[in-house]
């Protein structure tokens, strides 16, 4: 770093100096070891007036870097007088990290000036990033985004209901209000009741749907240029209480490259708050509204939006989860699809409960007698245990192997999401089942019933072969991609078992 000053001091290329002295900086203790060389900043600062843009611009960082207050007012005005686009983001930034609240009014001042301003094609890149800049000023003087309150309960609205696919019919016939329509992501609803719709729980998300094209070209200036025409901002408008700017973020839903992906949604991003004179503004952080673009198999987008503005209290006790926990829809829709074979104030035991969303779920779907959970993982029962407090459950959580639990009662039904196969081998997998399926036997009574949720299909099939007192009763094809089914089985009686072979 003395090597780097010193060169600076020198004037010996400025440019990449400053380059490399930035990078320095953003090392642990960098910036102690600098201020222990030199606190005069003053060398730094005089670079602000260099007549080489690019040089100013990496002064600007660097003096952001180094926390230096005693250079705010030069940061400003090389700011206001800055003649190059690309490097006004960059004071910006440097002031950011300093107390500028002496400046909050030419600050706020500028972003409505520049909020008004038209730009040129070739400057919108520059004055998008010059916004956002500002913005997250703006943003810091008023002490953080103001939510707005979803006030859209009042009458009936169009939305979707997205659904696993096949699983359509499973969430529409809960429906209880409005005209139904299966599509591939889910339940068309027009006119429907949001109020009645959040109380269904097999559902994954509420999107809503918007009055323009459903086939958007895939140009970002043309999707945006569409989604200005639409009833985009009424929508979002209608649906809170507050006035704009509202924060958004876009989820593009395409078969692309990353690069490309990223490419694509920062344009489309710039184009939408332009053409919205910026009443919705993208943000990555404060975001209330999702836009979503799903691409079909033309190459089109079919828009929608999401909003994380309504109160959401369907799994509200999920409060820990883990990598591996299930989607509490999903959760929910397999309780769905077991109803017809579940018993009223059973026995219920979770054979690897995770942190409870399975069992919980079962228990949402019809109340039960007792409630036993089993995992090998401290963590996982202990945030499971938070969960059934918050869901006012009585659950006896175990910290234990299911292979070596015991209990001298039996149990009704037995549910299973076993893990998956990770690092374990082929053998070792099926010998995983062949356990599972020889101690289910000792804790159910005849007519007893698992409730299995595997995407090992051949060796469920395989047990199911060689245990001809387990009866399969029902099974669901979940998810065709990675091979997952839900199971419904039966102990038979000995009886049972023989006759079924006759």
């Known amino acids: 770093m003395q090597k780097v000053y010193e060169a600076l001091k020198q004037g010996s290329d400025v440019r990449n100096h400053l380059i490399q002295l930035k990078q320095m900086l953003k090392e642990e203790g960098a910036l102690e070891e600098y201020l222990a060389m030199t606190e005069d900043d003053e060398l730094i600062a005089s670079f602000l007036q260099d007549e080489d843009p690019k040089i100013r611009k990496n002064a600007a960082l660097v003096l952001g870097l180094l926390q230096s207050q005693e250079s705010i007012d030069q940061i400003w005005k090389a700011y206001v007088s800055e003649t190059q686009l690309f490097v006004k983001g960059a004071y910006l930034s440097a002031i950011q990290k300093l107390d500028c609240r002496a400046y909050k009014a030419q600050i706020k ?15 919108k890149k520059h004055i998008q990033d010059e916004l956002k800049e500002l913005r997250r000023l703006v943003i810091q003087f008023d002490g953080g985004i103001s939510r707005h309150p979803f006030i859209g309960f009042d009458k009936p609205r169009d939305f979707i209901l997205t659904t696993l696919k096949n699983y ?43 009055r323009c094209e459903k086939n958007l070209p895939p140009q970002p200036s043309m999707i945006a240029k569409e989604l200005a025409k639409s009833n985009l901002t009424r ?50 952080e404060h975001y209330e509204v999702e836009l979503r673009l799903v691409q079909n198999r033309n190459g089109g987008f079919y828009p929608c939006v999401k909003l994380f503005t309504i109160p959401m209290k369907r ?28 018993k009223e104030h059973a ?16 228990i949402y779907a019809l109340p039960v007698r007792t409630a036993y959970a089993l995992d090998i993982f401290n963590e996982a029962i202990q945030g499971a245990r938070e969960n059934a407090g918050i869901a006012h459950m009585n659950i006896n959580f175990v910290q234990r192997s299911f292979f070596d639990f015991s209990h001298e009662m039996k149990f009704d039904e ?77 102990l038979r009686t000995a009886k049972e078992a023989v006759q079924g072979n006759e």
């Open 414 to 490: 037995i549910w299973a999401d076993p893990p998956v196969r990770g690092k374990k081998t082929k053998e070792e997998q099926d010998q995983f089942y062949c356990g599972f399926f020889e101690k289910v036997q000792e804790l159910l009574p005849e007519h007893g019933r698992i409730f299995l949720f595997s995407n090992e299909n051949g060796m469920v099939k395989k047990y199911l072969r060689l245990h001809q007192n387990l009866h399969l009763k029902q099974e669901f094809c979940i998810r065709e991609k990675d091979g997952a089914y839900f199971y419904v089985i039966e």
């Open 235 to 284: 929508l979002i408008a209608s649906l809170h209480e507050g006035e704009a700017p509202f924060y958004f973020r876009l989820e593009i839903r395409a078969d692309l490259p990353l690069e490309k992906k990223s490419a694509f949604a920062k344009k489309l991003a710039a184009e939408i708050e332009q053409r919205t004179k910026h009443f919705l503004v993208n943000s990555t």
């Open 109 to 123: 001042q500028h972003y409505q000036k520049l909020l008004a301003y038209e730009p040129a094609e070739e400057e």
């Open 168 to 210: 359509q019919d499973t969430t529409g016939v809960q429906v209880e209000s409005g005209a139904t329509r299966m599509i591939p992501m889910g339940v068309q609803v027009v006119g429907g009741d949001i109020k009645e719709a959040l109380k269904i729980r097999t559902f994954r998300e509420l999107l809503f749907t918007l």
């Open 347 to 362: 026995r219920v035991l979770d054979a690897f409960c995770g942190t409870g969303t399975l069992l919980m779920e079962r």
């Open 315 to 342: 799994f509200s006790y999920r409060k820990y989860t883990t990598s591996g926990s299930m989607h509490p829809s999903l959760a929910a829709l397999l309780a769905e699809l077991a109803s017809n074979w579940l």
